[in-house]
């Protein structure tokens, strides 16, 4: 890793997340799915916003979020006899769900050890 790099994850890690627009700032909040994800994790919602904000920086391949959110609503409108019943959109939502929870959780990590310098491996990090 050069300096640059690691100049930049310590500026990211140290700025407090933006929310972009009001559409993303009632999603960053009150995205149902996340609620419970927060209450567990060591600054649950500094970490949720965090997350938030880099799945939206990687949104040219995808919106984690928004995928979720749209999985969930083709599962209500899929027809049961088609090869995309609601069960396959249940299915990938709770595959969109539980990536989305994992970077939350590292995004608590990161926010718990950087000023460590990531002393503790995540593994081991009791704070999450």
């Known amino acids: 890793m050069s ?23 009632r999603l960053a909040h009150k995205h149902p799915t996340a609620r419970p994800i927060e209450r567990y994790v060591e600054r649950g919602v500094e970490s949720k916003l965090l997350a938030d904000e880099c799945i939206r920086d990687c949104a040219e391949v995808q919106n984690l979020t ?38 939350i959780i590292f995004a608590a990590y990161c926010l718990a050890e950087a000023e460590s310098a990531f002393s503790t491996p995540m593994i081991a990090s009791e704070r999450l």
């Open 3 to 25: 300096s640059g790099d690691s100049a930049t994850i310590h500026t990211a890690l140290h700025t407090k997340p933006k929310v972009r627009s009001t559409v993303h700032a």
């Open 66 to 103: 928004l995928a979720i959110t749209q999985c969930l609503n083709d599962a209500k409108m899929a027809d049961p006899t088609s090869n995309r019943p609601p069960a396959f959109w249940m299915r990938r939502a709770r595959n969109y769900l539980e990536r989305y929870a994992v970077i």
